[in-house]
């Protein structure tokens, strides 16, 4: 064999191995098909990747069949929503899957500390560039990390805000609560829910302190309000490893932590991979 076949067949192994993003998990996430929850759509091939609203989304192998693990945004319109596959040979295809409705609940809270609510100009360029910061950490996609999609609590504590809240502060309408609140003692011991790389850690206007935690493949979830961050980014922790612990950083009306998980660069309900 000559060097430069030689040369080729490595270049179209490394694009073979690129192109395969299907990942073998020993569990899925509890599908709901909602605004804010996940569809498990079987793909009945092998596709190589898979796309939903733009974003890259994952593919896992689950007892010998492949599906499409789907973040819903919460703003998801109620009907048919389609998932697009790629095969490794270039063909193209779609899965249809049926959003259903969700009627989520409302929340009114009192902000002591007014710019929280309204923040002035210098407060909106910081919250800019954290924004930005934080874009860049959720758009991570590594499939050098294995993602586990059956969680314990990162606190233990009295879960006291649910996801998907339509929030008012001081009778003002704000985004949905994007996330789980688990109320705990200042200074409770918070864990890694599942191994992953520390992608980002800061202290920023809204959350507080914070800590984004990659789980690989675009499974990423967030910690905020803490009170103190025991790691820095890039490091890689185990499920059951301490990160840091419960404050009442940023907006906040008590200590607790806000718990997200992101999926296909969309927050989605963190019950749905709670084993407990």
């Known amino acids: ?3 430069k076949r030689s040369i080729v067949l490595l270049l179209l192994c490394l694009v073979s191995i690129h192109n395969v993003l299907a990942v073998e998990v020993t569990a899925l996430p509890t599908e709901l098909a909602v605004p804010g929850g996940i569809a498990i759509v079987p793909t009945n091939t092998m596709a190589s990747r898979a796309h939903y609203n733009n974003d890259t989304v994952l593919l ?8 499409a693990i789907v973040g819903i945004p919460l703003s998801a319109s109620i009907g048919e929503h389609a998932v697009t596959l790629q095969t490794s040979d270039g063909q193209e295809f779609t899965k249809h899957f049926q959003v259903t409705d969700k009627e989520y609940v409302e929340q009114r809270l009192t902000i002591t500390n007014t710019r929280q609510v309204n923040p002035n100009n210098d407060d909106m360029v910081r919250i800019n560039r954290e924004s930005a910061q934080m874009r860049e950490a959720f758009s991570s996609w590594d499939e050098s990390l294995q993602p586990v999609f059956q969680m314990r609590p990162p606190v233990d504590g009295i879960r006291s805000s649910s996801f998907g809240l339509r929030r008012f502060f001081n009778d003002q309408p704000r985004a949905p609560h994007s996330g789980m609140d688990i109320a705990a003692d200042e200074g409770t011991p918070i864990f890694a829910p599942a191994p992953g790389v520390i992608r ?5 206007f809204f959350n507080g302190n914070t800590i984004i935690l990659d789980h690989g493949h675009g499974l990423i979830t967030l910690y905020c309000h803490m009170n103190t961050i025991d790691v820095e980014p890039g490091m890689r922790v185990e499920a059951g490893e301490q990160i840091g612990k419960v404050g009442q950083t940023g907006r906040v009306t008590g200590p607790h932590l806000h718990w997200s998980v992101n999926l296909n660069n969309v927050r989605v309900d963190p019950a749905l991979f709670l084993v407990e």
């Open 1 to 3: 064999m000559t060097l």
């Open 200 to 204: 980002a850690t800061g202290n920023y």
């Open 60 to 67: 896992a192998e689950y007892e010998g069949e492949q599906y």
